[in-house]
């Protein structure tokens, strides 16, 4: 039988209730046991601590009996093949994976997870590596600089990747500074990319964004101004 809570009956002889009890408490203990750690109906000391679904994303996504708000660690989360960790919690029947963390780290994370800003030389082409960071500034010194394809993970193991990179640039104290693009980007508004800004100090931010097919979609926010 189920547990029951009407078991045993209140008429119930009390020397025939025993059986009632035992059946009752073993359904009990079969329950919490699928999320807590009753090992088994002879173990003594068992302290039920909530214990926690560790399996791959796949598995996790088919699993039926964890209910809203059961969490799991998905060991297979980290974007290119890495050993980050995913911490994910299921709501409305479903399974959410946010951001996925290193598994040997407290609470320090990398440079790219942050997007702590990453400077890189005023040189052109200008290189930088995507497995660095998502964010990145350079100030321009040349009268023109090539803004060179990334290099990186997301690059060089092919198409079907996705992600968000930002290049702040900051003109230097002669200003003019032309910045161009190499072959892998591409603008929106009809082919037209967003010149930066070329006031002296002036700041400008690029968000490149990596399409299906390998391609880098390029936005530029010019002018960015401290708010009066």
């Known amino acids: ?6 078991v045993p009956d209140g008429d119930k002889a009390l020397s025939l209730v025993d059986d009632d009890h035992r059946a ?6 079969a329950s919490v046991n699928k999320e807590h750690d009753f090992v088994n109906a002879s173990a003594t000391n068992q302290s039920g601590r909530h214990k926690f679904k560790i399996d791959t994303i796949a598995n996790i996504e088919i699993e039926s009996e964890y209910v ?23 709501d409305a ?3 959410a994976h946010p951001f996925p963390v290193f ?22 082409p200008i290189v930088w590596d995507w497995n660095d960071s998502h964010a990145f500034k350079i100030t321009l010194t040349a009268a023109s600089s090539l803004l060179q394809n990334p290099t990186g993970n ?39 990319v967003i010149p930066i800004d070329l006031s002296i100090n002036a700041r400008s931010l690029i968000y490149c964004t990596l399409m299906a097919d390998g391609n880098i979609l390029v936005n530029v926010l010019p002018d960015v101004v401290n708010i009066p």
């Open 154 to 192: 997301a690059i060089t193991d092919g198409t079907d990747r996705f992600g968000t990179w930002l290049l702040e640039v900051t003109q230097d104290g002669t200003g003019g500074r032309l910045l161009t693009y190499a072959s892998k980007y591409f603008a929106g508004l009809g082919g037209n």
């Open 68 to 90: 809203d708000g059961s969490i799991a660690i998905a060991t297979n989360a980290g974007p290119f093949a890495s050993t980050k960790r995913s911490l994910s919690f299921k």
């Open 103 to 124: 598994s040997d780290e407290n609470v320090d994370r990398s440079k790219s997870e942050w997007g702590r800003y990453t400077s890189l030389a005023s040189v052109t």
């Open 1 to 6: 039988m189920p547990f029951d809570i009407a």
């Open 24 to 29: 009752n408490a073993g359904f009990i203990q």
């Open 93 to 95: 029947g479903l399974w």
